[in-house]
């Protein structure tokens, strides 16, 4: 007999590679459910870039599964009322949804899986959104990884991921029995239409992500290892928002580049196309730790840093968040963040450096205005990002790394196109003096017909007396951390999930 199945989408909005979708197809009858419930992901609840992306995505989700036979069902919560509800209009038997690892999601998917497992509905969970689900990694003394390097050949050791799954062609559902709000009505966008310049650059939805994977391919792959550091080329694939969302999945992204290469083992790949996967390796790496380490989106992975004498400075911070610093890379990527929703990796980790050190301010208000700006906001990624300019995390940055914005400017932006770009105040000053204008001389500035002050601001730290401080500040931190058992929160049993 026909069973029919709820499947819960989360942060799998796709048809190409969903194993709890598959699952359920296999069975008999489906039933699509997306439920808003952003107060049970708090504190971090959805910010603004996000629920903007989710908007278009979920709209062309609607789409695509209507075509197939099977409408979206949108509700509001609370998840499981809303769960039990729809399984008892539609006597649905079970229910299935991809896992997802943040820690207030995890307690609540552990909570509601145990109660409608009382109520008698048959639940599954599948591993749709990683390559390797982070309890089937550990050390030999079966600890937890806290440096990349051994992570990743752990996972390199294991078999390759499986093949994606295809999309399904059709689905058997029950199509007038539940009634559903419709995507505007969550009210995901903004009051105030902010979101111009990110509707030109991005496409949210599953045919957005596999252009964007499509157009990366035709770039040469062996340049990635180079390319992906340049702001002012396209080097990179820009699909940090897709696979964040679950448009597109990492194994279909793996197996590509294995396909592409003669389908060779990703241990036996080179050059870029081995950079490319280990991009990808970091992203599992970030779920990794915060899985096994949930209180890191809050709190620093190494706790000598819990009381590193952090500066309050709300005109900094200002200044950073709106592009105002007077150093002109740090300031072309907190626009382009501001503009698109997006930044170049690159100038994530240059801006975060001039954050924690050259401001001394705490990259939890880094990670919080990342969090609400940044359309590719992901828990994981986002709190191991700023924990390693801050050198509190796993991996970290050396404490005496301080990201000079000049040097780094001039290296990876040397023509100073991607600041131009971002920064039109300083569009008519010559290369030499694009990313230090407060450098240059007099004649220099004349005939640029620039002056400084009349449009773009002075440095609002002298980053070589910054820089002695953040050392000064870092040496009252011990670099030695207590072992990982003292400091990661035990679940109360995650593996079900």
């Known amino acids: 007999m026909a069973e029919t199945t709820i499947v819960w989408f989360r942060h799998d909005l796709r048809l190409d590679d969903n194993p709890s979708l598959a699952r359920a197809a296999s069975l008999g009858r489906v039933i699509p459910l997306f439920i808003w419930a952003p107060e049970e992901e708090d504190p971090w609840s959805p910010g603004a870039a996000s629920r903007w992306w989710l908007h278009g995505s979920l709209l062309q989700f609607q789409k695509q599964l209507a075509k197939l036979g099977a409408p979206l069902v ?12 729809v399984a008892k209009a539609t006597h649905a038997t079970r229910i299935h949804w991809n896992r997802r690892h943040e820690p207030a999601v995890v307690e609540r998917d552990t909570k509601i899986k145990a109660t409608l497992t009382s109520d008698g509905i048959v639940t599954e969970s599948f591993g749709g959104g990683l390559l390797y689900e982070p309890a089937t990694l550990a050390t030999k003394e079966g600890k937890p990884y806290q440096v990349f390097t051994p992570f990743w050949r752990a996972c390199l050791s294991k078999d390759e991921p499986a093949l994606p799954l295809s999309a399904p062609r059709s689905l058997d559902s029950i199509p007038d029995a539940l009634s559903t709000l419709s995507v505007e009505s969550l009210r995901l966008l903004p009051s105030i239409d902010w979101a111009e310049q990110m509707r030109t650059q991005w496409t949210p939805g599953e045919a957005g992500a596999q252009a964007r994977w499509n157009a990366f391919l035709t770039l040469p792959i062996n340049d990635y290892g180079l390319e992906r550091d340049r702001p002012d080329h396209r080097g990179t694939s820009s699909l940090s928002p897709h696979l964040h969302f679950g448009e597109i999945s990492p194994r279909r992204l793996w197996h590509s580049i294995r396909d592409m290469l003669g389908g060779i083992s990703a241990r036996c790949i080179t050059g870029g196309a081995e950079v490319f996967l280990r991009e990808i390796g970091w992203r599992e790496f970030a779920s990794h730790l915060l899985y096994h380490f949930p209180h890191t989106s809050d709190a620093p992975l190494r ?35 501001w503009q698109t929703g ?9 801006v975060a450096s001039f954050l924690v050190k050259d401001l001394l301010i705490s990259w939890n208000d880094g990670a919080r205005w990342f969090w609400d700006t940044l359309v590719d906001a992901d828990l994981a990624s986002n709190t191991l990002g700023w924990q390693w300019a801050g050198g509190c995390g796993a991996d970290a940055a050396p404490y005496f790394r301080v990201f000079n914005p000049t040097s780094q400017g ?8 991607y600041v131009r770009r971002f920064i039109p105040e300083l569009h008519k000053l010559p290369t030499s003096s694009i990313h230090a204008p407060q450098q240059a001389d007099a004649a220099t500035l004349f005939a640029a017909e620039v002056r400084l002050g009349d449009n773009y601001p002075e440095p609002y730290v002298d980053h070589a007396e910054a820089r002695l401080r953040a050392l000064s500040a870092l040496k009252t931190v011990s670099q030695k951390s207590p072992p990982p058992s003292t400091r990661m929160k035990k679940p109360s049993r995650r593996s079900p999930l």
């Open 74 to 85: 949108i509700r509001r919560g609370p998840s499981l009322d809303t769960l039990r509800s």
């Open 303 to 337: 706790c000598s840093y819990e009381n590193f004498p952090w500066r309050v400075d709300p005109v900094g911070l200002r200044a950073w968040q709106r592009g105002q610093t007077g150093f002109p890379i740090v300031d072309a990527g907190m626009r382009q963040l």
């Open 342 to 350: 997006w930044m170049h990796n690159r100038v994530r980790m240059i």
């Open 410 to 417: 001039n290296r990876f932006d040397p023509d100073g196109t």
